[in-house]
């Protein structure tokens, strides 16, 4: 898996593609360690390309987006594939995240 | 290393070849000289049959012996024969005192190399015998000692934390052996430090210091450094250099050593995890009027998070749960158990208790634990009235849950609630659906839809559902074998990634 990550603005993104499973984690693990430690930490991870997500990437993204909630920021959710928008709409991790279709209706809900 | 004592190489001559030397003396007597002697600068070496010192005429050959000048003398002839003789005389005694410095220096050398070879085995079987790094480094540090002959010396080894040995004391700063690593590593070579340096880099002061390198996997590692009075030879660098060699190898051996003891050891206390884990899920199927019961769990090769239990309680509905803690290894275990225990006791203490409200204060409870931890629980509690024939769930983010009526088509029960631990409150709903004879629901885990085949390819939703269906004239039991075998049918020798862990209850 491919992890690009970049600023807009004081948004962290982070665009991945391929399978996201427990052993691509340590490195979006990293990255996230250091955008959610700030206050009003701002994240949109863009799934565009991601065709998988195992139960340890979910975990991953779930810590991220409670840290980032708790520095009164947000990690949002963007461009999910279908069968990854299963798995969150299946274990309802649908309710906790904030989704959107594309980078654009996320960068402009952080805003 | 044994010293050799310092003789004058004509006098070593004189010792080994004192009968030649009587019977050339005697030749020369016998052809009428009055005597024979052999002259040094320090005076009479030798003299047959003693020096005539009355006589100060005499013939008299000049040789060297080791650069040093002397003579051989004879008195009472003085004709030219006896001259020449004489001369072709003295040339051999120096060709042979020449071969006799040979050889001595030969054996020397042959004593020092076997000397070496020895120091070298004696530093193999030290830190042969040695399986801590630490331990091997003193050896190594006292080995090359001895042989070098040195005053001090320090090794340091570049691990995590650098690991520094140092005799007689602790004489030079980790900082600046650090330094001299990486000179080391820059220059790919020994560094040789001189007296006028020495300050400089904090070594001992008027001492010559040679750093050698200890290459662990083609990568410097870790340096030797020896420290002593005069400069360093040629053959002195040889030997650390090889000494150097020999403890890197074993080095080598030795960390190759400790990782398998430290896998080792992690494997053990995994399997130990497993076998707790194990030994916390119910070891009884359940006796329960108007259902047949079934259950199992297979875990994958690294301890996880899968659990299941029941409570039947006299008085109360048959309850029962299956989760799966999110991620592997001992902290999933650990929140597993915990989890399960406090389903346990929610389920006890909350009189009268449905299963959203267990779950409900499960979460309460559990969230700053997950939070904590970085982990989440799927939890689906099902809770049945035999009366009623009336199956009470609720589900926090768990599947697959499928629900095959009897003759009818399979369906998945979605969760309505999100998993323990992702939002401070999980709202959870009760759902009720009937459940009658021939009715069967068959909650599993991930394990088998996320189970792959050698391509890659999922298990899969809607293969289990159309599995399930076409099952579901078996009994409970016939359901779990008929799941485990075909998704290791499907696997295809795959490696199993996650727990494997099935709930089956049918109508009777």
Known sequence: MDL?????????????????????????????????????????????????????????LVKGMKRARQHNGDLTLCGLQKPVKVIFELTRLDKAFNMYEDEGDALHALL | MIAPPVVHPLQRFLDDHRPRLNNLAQAWLMAGAEAFGIYTADGWLAAWPAVPFGQAQGLRAPFQVS???????????????SQARLEVDADLVQQLTSLNTDLDSMTVELIETQDQLLALYGLTDSMRNQLRVDKA????????????????????????????????????????????????????????????????????????????PIYVHNQVTGILCISKEGAFNSPDIKLLRAVCDQAGAHLENLLLYQNSLAQARIQTEMELAKTVQLNLLPQQLPLVAGLDVSAATLPASQVGGDFYDYTSDPGLPFLFTVGDVT??????????????????????????????????????????????????????????????????????????????????????????????????TCLCENQAIYFNQGDLLVAGTDGFSEAT???????????LLQLVESVAYQSAAEIVQTLYRAIAEFGAGSAQDDDQTVVVIKGV
């Open chain 2, 453 to 463: 085949n050698p391509q890659g390819e999922l298990f899969g939703y809607e293969r």
């Open chain 2, 67 to 81: 650069g040093k000048r002397a003579e051989l003398w004879v008195f009472g002839l003085f004709d030219a024969a």
């Open chain 1, 4 to 60: 690009k990550t970049r600023m807009s603005g004081n948004v962290a993104i982070a665009e991945m593609n391929g399978r996201f499973d427990a052993l691509e984690v340590p490195k979006v693990s990293a990255w996230l360690d250091t955008v959610t430690d700030r206050e009003d930490s701002r994240i949109v991870v863009n799934m565009t390309g991601v065709t998988f997500v195992d139960s340890t990437a979910l975990s991953l």
């Open chain 2, 137 to 212: 480094l003193a050896a190594l540090l006292s080995e090359s000692m001895g042989l070098m002959r040195a005053a001090s010396a320090s090794v340091f080894l570049n691990d995590t934390p650098p690991i520094v040995v140092q005799h007689p004391v602790p004489l030079v700063a980790e900082t600046m052996l650090s330094r001299l690593l990486e000179q080391v590593n820059a220059s790919g070579n020994h560094v040789i430090i001189v007296p006028s340096d020495a300050p400089s880099y904090g070594l001992p002061l008027q001492k010559f210091s040679l750093v050698e």
């Open chain 2, 327 to 424: 991620g592997k290894g001992i902290p999933a275990a650990m929140l597993m158990a915990m989890t399960r225990t406090m389903i346990r006791s929610k389920t006890r203490m909350l009189e009268q208790a449905s299963p959203a409200d267990i779950i409900g204060a499960l979460n309460d409870e559990m969230y700053d634990d997950f939070t904590v931890i970085g982990m989440f629980a799927t939890v689906f509690i099902g809770q049945y009235l035999h009366e009623d024939h009336v199956l009470y769930y609720a589900n926090a983010g768990h599947s697959p849950v499928i629900f095959c009526p009897a003759g009818g088509t399979a369906v998945l029960l979605e969760a309505d609630g999100t998993p323990i631990g992702v939002l401070p």
